[in-house]
C-alpha cells in the first residue's frame, strides 16, 4: 500500500465517526471530551500516579461507583444525591447561557442574577415562617420573576439602547454583589458564620438528612424541575414560533428584520427567559444546595456555566450531560486527592482540557468538512 493510500485511509477513519452533520453536536462533544481525558492521563502520568486509578477515584468520590467503606448513615446512594444535588443549579445556570446564546447573546450575569433571585428569595420567604407548602413553590416564583426582570433589563437596555450586554451584565454584577453585601452585613447577618442567617426549613428546595433504610440522604427537590425545563426548552426551541424566532435574530439580525420578525421584543424575551433561568439556578443554590448567602461572594457557577453550555453545544439536553460531566469531577475530586495522593486543583486541570478541546468543535467541524472534500475531489479525480 503507498503512503499517499495510507494516509487517505487514515484520514477517512479519523472522519467516519464525526461526518454525519446531523449527528455532530453528539459526536463532536465525545470526541472532544474522549481527547481531553488522554490528555489529562498524560498530566497525571507525568506527576507519577495511575490514571485509570485516579479516574476510578472520582467516580467513587461522585457517587458513581463504591468506595471500600462509608460512615455512619452514609453509602454510595447518599454520594450520588449529593451530586444531583450540587449539579441542579448548574443545569440551570448552562440553560440559561443556552438560551442567550441561542438568541446571539452573551449573558456573563447569571452569577449577578443568581445573587439577586437567591437575596429576594431568602429574605420574603426564607424567613416568613410559612408552611413548606406554601414557601417552596413560592420560592421557585421569586427566583423565576427576579431573574427574568434582571435578565429583561438587560435585554432592553440592548434594544433600546444598543448596550453592549457583556458591559452591562458585568456592571450589574457587580451591582448585585455589593449592595446584597451591604444589606445582609446590616440586618441578616450570622455572627458566628459571618454569613447570611440560615433559611428556615419549610422554604429550602433540598431536603436535608431525610433518613431512609438506615441511610441520611440530601434530596435535591429541583433536579426533576431542572430536567423538565431542559426538555420543555428543547421542545420550545424547536418546535414552536418563539423559538423559531429567537433562532433567527441568533443567526442573523438583519435577515430576521427583513423577514418581519420584531428583533428588539426577541432580544429582550430571549434575556427575560434566560434571567429566569439563572433565578432558578440562584433559588436552587442559596435556598437549596446551601442555605445562606455569603457577602461579597458571586458564585462560580454563573461563570462555569458558559463552558459547560459551550461543551454541549448549547442544546438543552446536552447541558444536561455536560453538567453531570462537570458535577462528577468537582465532587470527585476531594476524594480522589485523598486516595490517589493527587492534588485537588488536577480535578481544575481536567475540567480545563474538557473544556478547551470542546472549544476547538467548530474547528473540527471545519477540518471534517475540509476533508470531506479533499476526499471528494479525489475520487472525481480518479473517476
Keep these: 500500500m503507498s503512503k ?24 463532536i462533544p465525545l470526541v472532544s471530551i474522549f481527547i481531553s481525558f488522554i490528555a ?8 507519577g500516579k495511575n490514571p485509570f486509578q485516579a479516574f476510578y477515584n472520582l ?3 461522585a457517587g458513581i461507583m463504591p468506595k471500600p467503606s462509608y ?4 453509602g454510595m446512594l447518599t454520594d450520588f444525591l449529593s451530586l444531583l444535588n450540587a449539579m441542579t443549579p448548574l443545569v440551570f445556570a448552562s440553560l440559561a447561557v443556552a438560551v442567550a446564546l441561542k438568541a446571539g447573546l452573551f449573558n456573563i450575569g447569571v452569577s449577578g442574577q443568581m445573587l439577586v433571585s437567591g437575596f429576594l428569595a431568602t429574605i420574603i420567604v426564607g424567613y416568613s415562617g410559612l408552611d413548606a407548602i406554601i414557601a417552596k413553590p413560592l420560592v421557585l416564583v421569586i427566583g423565576i420573576a427576579a431573574g427574568g426582570l434582571m435578565g429583561g433589563l438587560v435585554g432592553w437596555l440592548k434594544y433600546k439602547f ?29 455572627p458566628i458564620s459571618r454569613q447570611s442567617k440560615y433559611i428556615e426549613e ?38 414552536t414560533v418563539v423559538g423559531f424566532e429567537i433562532k433567527a435574530v441568533g443567526k442573523n439580525r438583519n435577515a430576521a428584520k427583513y423577514a418581519g420578525i420584531h428583533v428588539g421584543r426577541n432580544t429582550v424575551l430571549a434575556m427575560m427567559i434566560s ?17 445562606s448567602i455569603q457577602p461579597k461572594v458571586l458564585s462560580s457557577i454563573g461563570f462555569d456555566s458558559i463552558a459547560v453550555s459551550l461543551l454541549g453545544n448549547s442544546h438543552p439536553i446536552g447541558v444536561i450531560f455536560s ?3 462537570v458535577s462528577i469531577i468537582d465532587q470527585g475530586s476531594t476524594y480522589m486527592s485523598s486516595q490517589a495522593g493527587i492534588r485537588q486543583e488536577i480535578s481544575s486541570v481536567i475540567i480545563g482540557l474538557i473544556l478547551l478541546f470542546s472549544a476547538c468543535g467548530e474547528y473540527l467541524k471545519q477540518k471534517v468538512s475540509r476533508l470531506k472534500e479533499k476526499d471528494l475531489d479525489q475520487k472525481k479525480g480518479e473517476s
Design 4 to 27: 499517499d493510500n495510507r494516509k487517505h485511509n487514515l484520514r477517512k477513519n479519523f472522519i467516519r465517526p464525526i461526518s454525519n452533520e446531523k449527528w455532530q453536536p453528539i459526536t
Design 40 to 47: 489529562a492521563a498524560i498530566v497525571i502520568l507525568i506527576i
Design 59 to 61: 467516580l467513587q468520590g
Design 71 to 74: 460512615a455512619g448513615y452514609k
Design 162 to 190: 444598543n448596550i453592549n450586554e457583556v458591559v452591562s451584565t458585568i456592571m450589574l454584577n457587580y451591582i448585585a454583589q455589593y449592595v446584597i453585601s451591604f444589606f445582609i452585613q446590616m440586618y441578616y447577618i450570622d
Design 202 to 239: 419549610a422554604a429550602r428546595l433540598t431536603l436535608v438528612n431525610v433518613e431512609i433504610a438506615n441511610l441520611k440522604m440530601d434530596i435535591p427537590l429541583g433536579f426533576i424541575l431542572a430536567i423538565f425545563t431542559a426538555i420543555f426548552l428543547k421542545f420550545v426551541m424547536d418546535k
Design 275 to 291: 434571567g429566569g433561568l439563572a433565578g432558578l439556578a440562584g433559588v436552587t443554590y442559596y435556598l437549596g444546595y446551601f442555605s
Design 323 to 325: 453538567s453531570f460531566l
